[in-house]
């Protein structure tokens, strides 16, 4: 289960928004947070030293699904270690009525390293709301996680890693094995376009309130919009629940 992060403005250039955020030399966002310096944000630079996917994940192999595992991931972060093609949001742009909203979401789940080699990490929700904090954005409901696969250029199929079901699905070596089998569903395809499908996505959902030591997910859906429970759809359907012992 991966996150995404959503940056958040109205398409009507009429309303007041509080600034300007640069992400890259062709994009601008306007954001909605006030409290949050965006234009010092880490993700926005690009750090002096960067590591190698490979080599951060080869650096925590051995740190099980910790707490001490979740800071070191988050300190990637923190120093603005992603890929440049992840500072460059895809727009997605939803119509009801008279009204129209923009969101801009990442092209891929969170990730750390470099463009030629990254790995995506595996977040709880705790950790991976600090991250969405610093980078001022949000995590998707529900519904948005479905308009994004929608308005995917690239939708993966599912692909779990299977057997063994036991506390080996939290181990990092899972976790790299797993960002292996993505990478070669991606075959030669250029990093940057919006891609869905390889993972599930932690998002916000009130039924949290009801159980507030789990974590909501949705995902993996087929492209015939079968999900990999064989659910279709997530209209109508509630969030799949785990403890947050999951991760």
Known sequence: MLTILVAITLADPGKNFVQDIRLSPSTFIKSLSSNISLSNAPVFTIPTRTISGTAFGNSIMNVGPTEAREDLIFAQYLAGNIPDFMRNPIPITVTSGSNTLTYWVLPDVLSVGTDADYLRTSLNP???????????????????AYQIWQAATIKLNPNPNGASYDATMMSTERMIFHNGK????????VPGELVTGHKKDVVIYTGLFTYPKNVAIVGWWYPSLLRIDGRSSMFGSSCMYWPLLYF
């Open 182 to 189: 993505s990478q070669a569903a991606l075959t030669n395809k």
């Open 126 to 144: 705790l950790t991976a709301k600090k991250v969405a904090d610093l980078y001022g954005c949000v995590l998707p409901t529900k519904k948005m």
